[in-house]
């Protein structure tokens, strides 16, 4: 018997996953295991970005070796369709001050949009009850951005 693939997507189907979700994750190379953890992120049609706390062990991972594994997907609750996209790179620290805060407001603009819960917001390095401007206005977190992408796997079973 034949084993059955699971079709590739065509980068408009891959781009068209990224752009409707906002969580993704990162599998950075741990110290004896892979250490996976989930992520916020925007998307601006060309770069995905993240928002990092400044602790956990993440951060000593990515100090340590910036390459990971990056995965996003959608998946329906009876698995009758699924599908996925894993993207091979480089996280690098955006330093430029500009950028970062331009960054910083498409997840503002994110979390109004898409109606999230205040409580994301200590997974940017916040309290739930600040105002949603301090995640702009305050550098309590690191902005990545997913660079040097190597190889991307893109699969669906619609």
Not at 114 to 125: D, I, K, M, P
Request: no cysteine.
């Amino acid at each position: 018997m034949d084993i059955l693939k699971i079709p590739r997507m065509e980068k408009q189907e891959y781009d068209r996953l990224i752009k409707e979700n906002y969580v993704g994750r990162i599998a950075f190379k741990g110290d004896s295991h892979p250490y996976v953890a989930p992520f916020l992120y925007v998307f601006d049609g060309h770069n995905l970005f993240f928002l990092s706390t400044k602790y956990g062990k993440k951060i000593q991972y990515f100090n340590e070796n910036p390459n990971v594994a990056v995965e996003i997907e959608r998946i329906s609750p009876d698995l009758s369709s699924y599908t996925f996209v894993t993207l091979l790179g480089r996280i690098d620290e955006v330093t430029d001050i500009a950028e970062g805060r331009r960054v910083r407001q498409q997840f503002v603009t994110l979390i109004k949009t898409r109606g999230l819960s205040s409580n994301v917001f200590a997974a940017l390095g916040h309290s739930p009850t600040e105002p949603l401007e301090s995640i702009v206005n305050e550098n309590r977190s690191l902005v990545w951005k997913l660079d040097r992408v190597e190889e991307i796997v893109a699969l669906k079973n619609e």
